[in-house]
């Protein structure tokens, strides 16, 4: 029987919801994106770095973070993460061993 590692277990301390987008008729013959809420799960949440750039003549900062949680098989690329009122945007998200223990995730958190 596989040993756990209770220290690891014991970061996951951030309850973060997984969003997905959905796509709604805005009447005009296109399409409004929201997203909406698919799930919950209990996650580390580790600084990485942070830069600021310029996006539509604004500046913004832009934290990037790692994020490791219990593997899920629908956590990937194009779906965000909330924690209260931060948004963080999957960049890519992997099983780093192959096991299907861990999923790690690269994520970014804009702020205006």
Excluded: H
Aim: charged fraction near 30%; charge should be positive.
């Amino acid at each position: 029987m596989a040993q756990t590692n209770p220290s690891a277990i014991g970061r996951m301390r951030r309850r973060l919801v997984l969003e997905a987008p959905v796509a709604a008729p805005d009447g005009l013959g296109g399409a409004t994106r929201s997203f909406a809420a698919i799930g919950a799960f209990w996650a580390q949440l580790e600084w990485l770095s942070g830069v600021e750039q310029w996006r539509e003549g604004r500046p913004e900062q832009v934290g990037r973070y790692r994020v490791t949680l219990r593997w899920r098989g629908d956590v990937d690329a194009g779906k965000r993460l909330r924690d209260g009122p931060r948004l963080f945007d999957i960049r890519a998200a992997a099983d780093p061993d192959g096991s299907r223990r861990r999923l790690v995730c690269l994520v970014e958190e804009v702020v205006p």
